[in-house]
């Protein structure tokens, strides 16, 4: 089964983040694409994982937002920080366990 692929427009359209905003995260490779020639295309699944990833969780009574887990095995990926994370989220997102 064909995986969903998304153009810049539909990203723009789920987001509501400008044009600028969606290039910028592509190229600081925040949001993971695919290339075919020249297009750029964008996964329904990595968009999902990305907007889940940035969702505030915080109920605004002062409860942490909750850690990021790691789908395959269910560990903390919050337990790193900085630009480790980020990495260790998007192995996940990929479907591959952050442990190995």
């Known amino acids: 089964m064909a995986e969903a692929l998304l153009t810049i ?3 723009i359209r789920v987001t509501k ?5 969606i290039y ?6 925040d949001l993971p694409t695919v290339r075919i020639g020249r297009t750029v295309r964008v ?3 990595e968009l999902d994982h990305w907007i889940i990833s940035h969702e505030d969780s915080s109920d605004g009574l002062g409860s942490p937002p909750s850690p990021l887990r790691c789908p395959t095995c269910g560990g903390n990926l919050a337990e790193t920080n900085g630009q480790k994370v980020l990495s260790l989220q998007k192995a996940a997102a990929r479907g591959k366990c952050h442990e190995r």
């Open 24 to 29: 910028a995260l592509i190229r600081d490779r």
């Open 9 to 11: 427009k539909d990203v």
């Open 17 to 21: 983040l400008s044009r600028t905003t």
């Open 43 to 45: 996964r329904q699944v």
